[in-house]
């Protein structure tokens, strides 16, 4: 495929705040998400210019028109001569080259032999970040996980188990990810949560663990976890960092946790070890390792899971170094959305072309469900 013509423009993600849209000759579009949970080690999303200086900038290049893209490693090409957008403009622009170069068939243009398709890791109650209140619960995301043989039933289930948890928590809001937003404590919900799934399992015969995001460097201060909503009897609780990894090894105990992402703070690759040499669960990084192959390498040991954001590293090619290295080395890969998401599902064609068996994008709401569709329908042309 021979690149024509490239133009950005600004568009609303889900929490209606600007983003970049990139269209590659003509008809081919992409646009980049926003986190609203950051680690400290993603790249800068924007240069220091801002937004309008990235569109202004892509648009005015003249260096695009005649590049040829015919495989992912030719995207160093672009990577090279346009360093100033790197972040979202860059992640917008290589989506949007993707999809012209596949005529939007993206698994298949990177790999002809894909078999799999990813399982869905949905957001069904939040807090942390993503809920202003007081009264929220500390951890940020409860999730589901199902394990199935076809997409369509795991859909199903995270569906099925969303309405349900709405119905019984009676909680009308909903989180900018599409999930419940109860005023409850993690424990509380939990209860309630495992109730709910080993009900629907029971009844509809499909497996499904629960999982959190704790998000724990949020609440990470002096040395400490400060939690405003610690259970129904305890309110405010600050545990030390050997607490913290006993407070979540009995979690995942008591609850049968398949998951837990981010259980401790950015920097304590030690407590990550120590936590996932107590239990048999996924222990996920995520703000620990900002999909940055350099950390990636320094947690090795220490986690058993990763997440997999494109635009925390702001490079197709790295990402996929990153989930190269994650693969080989007995790592979980976790291809996920952002919580200010458009209506891209470009992370769903990656995760089926690169066999990443988890894929982790909401349950909730247009733009989560356009991730799922797309994978239901890749699932559809595969089989």
Request: contains cysteine; positive net charge.
């Amino acid at each position: 495929m021979i690149i024509k013509s490239v133009k950005a423009r600004k568009v609303l993600n889900s929490r209606k705040q600007p983003t970049i849209e990139v269209t590659v000759n003509g008809k081919f579009s992409a646009a980049a998400p926003s986190g609203a949970s950051t680690g400290e080690h993603e790249v800068q999303a924007y240069p220091d210019d801002g937004l309008d200086y990235a569109i202004r900038f892509i648009n005015e290049y003249k260096g695009f028109a005649g590049l040829s893209v015919e495989c992912l490693s030719d995207l160093e090409e672009v990577e090279a001569i346009l360093p100033v957008v790197k972040g979202n403009p860059m992640i917008a622009l290589e989506f949007a080259i993707l999809k012209a170069a596949s005529k939007n068939k993206i698994w298949k243009f990177l790999n002809l032999d894909a078999s799999k398709v990813p399982m869905p890791l949905g957001n069904v109650i939040g807090g942390g970040a993503h809920i202003k209140s007081p009264a929220k619960p500390d951890v940020q995301e409860f999730l589901l996980l199902p394990d199935t043989e076809r997409f369509k039933d795991a859909k199903f289930i995270n569906e099925h188990i969303h309405k349900i948890v709405g119905k019984r928590l009676k909680v009308k809001s909903l989180t900018d990810e599409g999930a419940w937003a109860p005023q409850l404590d993690t424990t509380t919900i939990l209860d309630t949560l495992k109730e709910i799934v080993d009900k629907a399992v029971k009844e509809t015969g499909i497996k499904v663990g629960i999982g959190l995001d704790v998000a724990s460097s949020s609440f990470f201060k002096n040395n400490s976890y400060e939690y405003k909503n610690y259970s129904k009897d305890v309110r405010e609780k600050k545990l030390i960092p050997e607490e913290q990894i006993s407070f979540m090894a009995g979690l995942a105990k008591k609850y049968s946790l398949v998951y837990i992402e981010d259980p401790l703070c950015e920097e304590d690759f030690e407590g990550f070890k120590k936590l996932k040499s107590k239990t048999s669960t996924l222990v996920c990084g995520d703000d620990l390792t900002t999909t940055n192959l350099e950390r990636l390498k320094m947690a090795k040991e220490c986690i058993n899971a990763v997440i997999i954001k494109p635009n925390q590293i702001g490079s197709l090619i790295q990402t996929k170094q990153a989930v190269d290295f994650a693969l080989e080395n007995g790592i979980t890969p976790v291809i996920s959305h952002r919580s200010g998401e458009t209506m891209d599902a470009t992370i769903s064609h990656l995760a089926v072309a690169w066999n990443i068996p988890v894929i982790k994008c909401g349950i909730h709401g247009k733009e989560r469900q356009a991730k799922l569709k797309e994978v239901l329908k890749i699932e559809k042309q595969i089989r």
